[in-house]
């Protein structure tokens, strides 16, 4: 019987110990600290500045549901889902037609967003203003006759003014997203049978939405502030009301103001709608969905709730 002696008795064999914690030290953005500080500075100086002014702010409060205020908010809001529905429509008919193989219509397209993207808004708005200096009566045969000047009211001054030159710059919003459809798309839908004008109307322009819808919302926004230069032409919106009370109550300054936070809680409530929009179409295209801002409230308060425990 033989012993084996290669074998000792000891302790029994421990597990190798695990690597030690990287004690992690954030990096100090000094930087970010010292623009913070000035930042704060400046607005603390501006507001100050403000405070110092003879300026009545007791007169913003008191104008800011009054009935000329509301009925000028009323009429601003309408001539921009006029003139945004006219650029719309017009956009997309100017987008496909700037795409057609006919050269003639690919031509007369291209021609109208030189032209209008190329002019601003104002010296168009006077020009159909003041076309009654050149055309004395508006002859649509018999349908219409009458003078240019009971013709051409100041509210359709602003709607053809805004819409016409809205049109030129959705279609080459539309035509980007129009192009950004892959042209496999157009060739299969084809290939079943469908028209070019039904393949356009459930293929193409549902994808394209996803790239149409974005800066479309900000058209729409930039259309609301753009209305305040229809007062040149006399139709009274947000802007010209608020000249006119401001004219007449002395306060032209607090009125301005007014008209200030009327455009702002106005272009926040589209900004709002812009966004649930794009949530809505980018639905298939990415895997999930941006929280809304009620969720990030949401979630915020459920971590600082957290924390405090």
């Given at each position: ?9 000891g ?26 500080v ?34 000028g ?28 193989r006919?050269?003639?219509?690919s031509?007369?397209?291209w ?5 209008f ?58 035509r980007?997203?129009?192009?950004s ?44 502030k ?7 032409v ?10 006119d ?25 589209f900004?709002?709608?812009q ?24 979630a ?6 957290n924390?405090?425990?």
């Open positions: 019987m033989t012993v084996d002696t290669d074998k000792t008795d302790p029994a064999d421990t597990p190798p110990a695990g690597p030690e914690a990287i004690k992690a030290i954030p990096v100090r953005h000094y930087g970010r600290y010292v623009s913070a000035i930042a704060i500075a400046l607005l603390g100086g501006v507001v100050y500045a403000f405070s110092q002014g003879r300026i009545n702010w007791d007169a913003i409060p008191d104008y800011f549901f009054d009935d000329r205020v509301l009925g908010v009323g009429r601003t809001l309408l001539i921009t889902v006029l003139s945004m529905a006219i650029g719309i429509v017009g956009g997309i008919l100017l987008a496909v037609g700037r795409l057609s006919n050269p003639v219509t031509s007369i397209a021609f109208y967003i030189w032209f993207r190329g002019t601003p808004v104002l010296v168009q708005l006077v020009v159909w203003f003041n076309l009654g200096l050149v055309f004395e009566y508006i002859n649509l045969g018999p349908f219409y006759k009458d003078e240019w000047s009971d013709f051409m009211t100041p509210f359709l001054t602003a709607l053809l003014g805004l819409g016409l030159n809205e049109a030129a710059y959705m279609a080459e919003i539309c980007a997203g129009l192009l459809v892959d042209e496999g798309q157009t060739e299969a839908s084809h290939a079943l049978g469908m028209s070019h004008a039904k393949t356009l109307r459930r293929i193409v322009i549902p994808q394209a939405m996803r790239v149409i819808v974005p800066p479309t919302g900000n058209e729409v926004i930039n259309m609301l753009t209305t305040s230069l229809v007062s040149v006399q139709y009274s919106e947000l802007f010209r009301v608020a000249q009370i401001g004219q007449t109550s002395g306060a032209p300054a607090e009125m301005l103001f007014l008209a200030a936070a009327w455009y702002l809680l106005l272009t926040s409530v900004s709002v709608g966004y649930y929009l794009e949530r809505y179409y980018a639905r298939g295209s990415s895997r999930s969905l941006p929280a809304t801002p009620f969720q990030k409230i949401k915020n308060m459920l971590s600082l709730a924390w405090r425990r």
